[in-house]
T-cell receptor, first 112, second 114 residues
């Protein structure tokens, strides 16, 4: 089975801190995604990557950046965390030519 | 206007009921239509998918796509308490670097009570 692992289940950070969320997948998938999930808003795409060092902005990229130096790892960076970035963050991966995305268990981030 | 709109719910039904979940969309370029199920404190998992228009059945679940109306549905027959979850519709393009980028609806929380 495909495994997508997010580094933390729960995180509490202070306003203004730089925050790193890490995601690793073990199926050699080309595509990786970062979503945030908020009640009533569903999953909103922050960034995605279709290859190493390649990235595209999603629907809500403001305040975030990403890094993909290796195929299996996709990092989400909050340069200066703010309280409106308190959310559930979900990482996903999928193979090229497939529509089936596999999700991690999520990281619940609280910014205080 | 959001590209994908999903009935907000929440939905509460008795065991054995037929459940209908729906989404509408505005972008006619979507070609793949999916339903994901998300249990509490878990990531979403693919439940069903359909390419272009038509119906697809898998056990108690039926997915329908009507591209002319830009409307998709998921039906659950003989619903069980184990079906209690959040159901998210998702859509995808069929080409280019955006291929595989999934656009989700807001999600419907379903509770099936015994």
């Amino acid at each position: 089975d495909v495994k997508v692992t997010q580094s933390s289940r729960y995180l509490v950070k202070r306003t203004g801190e730089k925050v790193f969320l890490e995601c690793v997948q073990d199926m050699d998938h080309e595509n990786m995604f970062w979503y945030r999930q908020d009640p009533g808003l569903g999953l909103r795409l922050i960034y995605f990557s279709y290859d190493v060092k390649m990235k595209e902005k999603g629907d809500i990229p403001e305040g975030y950046s990403v890094s993909r130096e290796k195929k299996e790892r996709f990092s989400l960076i909050l340069e200066s965390a703010s309280t409106n970035q308190t959310s559930m963050y979900l990482c996903a991966s999928k193979g090229w030519g497939s529509f089936r995305a596999f999700f991690g268990q999520g990281t619940r981030l609280t910014v205080v | 206007q959001k590209e994908v709109e999903q009935d907000p719910g929440p939905l509460s039904v008795p065991e054995g009921a037929i459940v209908s979940l729906n989404c509408t969309y505005s972008n006619s370029a979507f070609q793949y239509f999916m339903w994901y199920r998300q249990y509490s404190r878990k990531g979403p998992e693919l439940l069903m998918y359909t390419y272009s228009s038509g119906n697809k059945e898998d056990g108690r679940f039926t997915a329908q796509v009507d591209k002319s109306s830009k409307y998709i549905s998921l039906f659950i027959r003989d619903s069980q308490p184990s079906d209690s979850a959040t159901y998210l519709c998702a859509m995808s393009y069929a080409g280019g670097t955006s291929y595989g980028k999934l656009t989700f609806g807001q999600g419907t929380i379903l509770t099936v009570h015994p």
